[in-house]
């Protein structure tokens, strides 16, 4: 594994990307090209800059896996049925680090060039809370259109107290929902598919059955909190670029343009789905 700085954070992490081919509206989307590299290598550089952990791309197509150790980069090399991205870094964790050394394992989807490696570190932080058994983050929802598009997946949490004071961008995740939600006056949050889970609990999630409302929703993350898990959530600044279509990965090649002036590396409209 790559070297990286010594942690600062009393647990130890792991950083797994996971990333399949298969994509009904980009296909071969992990290989698609981004000023001359593939796209997961740019993910996986944008997770290494967090610093967090060492990081491995979890893949079960050997041609993902050849990319990213050409970069010089890890992958490790996982079945091709997993039913999603929680799922295939359960095995790759326990593939990788079998005699558990690592107390947390982050996931970050193979498909969020853009996304800022304080991101990946925010979705960390909440486990410094030794009560929380899943770490995720969210931003506020600006633009007015979100509130009521049913892709933009809103977090009705409640404010944590910081410094004896309410936080609006530290939260206890009490529900996930497609709604608008929660009514009333206040800030509404977009949830960004990225999360830390404590060893145990990952392994807890995994062997769960698919909930009631998990099912309804179509949100994975529901499963936990209606098995009891603890969910909280650090807001950050963008959202990050998820690349789905054609479309956004020429978006995802603007705005990682190294000819052009920098712009913001999100995208107010990015859609949470299922993990690869």
């Known amino acids: 594994m790559q070297k990286t700085r010594p942690m600062t954070h009393p647990n130890r992490a792991i950083v797994l990307v996971p990333a399949r081919m298969a994509s009904t509206r980009l296909p071969g989307k992990p290989l698609a090209d ?34 990213v150790r050409a970069a010089g980069g890890e992958a490790v090399m996982t ?48 486990l410094a809370d030794p009560v929380v058994d899943i770490g995720t983050i969210a931003a506020f929802i600006e633009d007015a259109a979100e509130r009521t598009n049913e892709s933009v997946v809103k977090i009705v949490g409640s404010p944590k107290p910081v410094g004896g004071v309410l936080s609006e961008r530290q939260l206890r995740a009490l529900y996930f929902t497609r709604a608008t939600a929660p009514w009333g006056e206040g800030p509404l949050y977009h949830h960004i598919g990225l999360y830390a889970y404590r060893r145990a609990a990952l392994d807890r999630y995994v062997g769960l059955l698919p909930s009631v409302l998990e099912t309804r929703e179509r949100l994975e993350q529901l499963r936990a909190l209606e098995a009891g898990m603890r969910i909280d959530v650090e807001v950050v600044d963008a959202v990050p670029l998820g690349v789905d ?16 002036p920098k712009r913001a590396a999100g995208s107010s409209s990015s859609q949470e789905k299922p993990s690869p």
């Open 79 to 126: 079945r091709a049925d997993h039913p999603n991205g929680s799922s295939r870094i359960h095995e790759a964790v326990g593939l990788v680090d079998p005699g558990r050394a690592f107390e947390v394992v982050v996931n970050v989807q193979g498909d969020l060039p853009t996304i800022e490696p304080d991101s990946v570190r925010a979705a960390f932080r909440p």
């Open 34 to 67: 981004i000023h001359g590299e593939p796209m997961i290598v740019h993910v996986w550089r944008r997770a290494c800059e967090a610093e967090i952990g060492p990081v491995v791309v979890a893949t079960d197509d050997e041609d993902i896996a050849s990319a």
């Open 245 to 260: 279509t054609p479309a956004d990965l020429e978006k995802a090649r603007l705005l990682l343009d190294p000819r052009a």
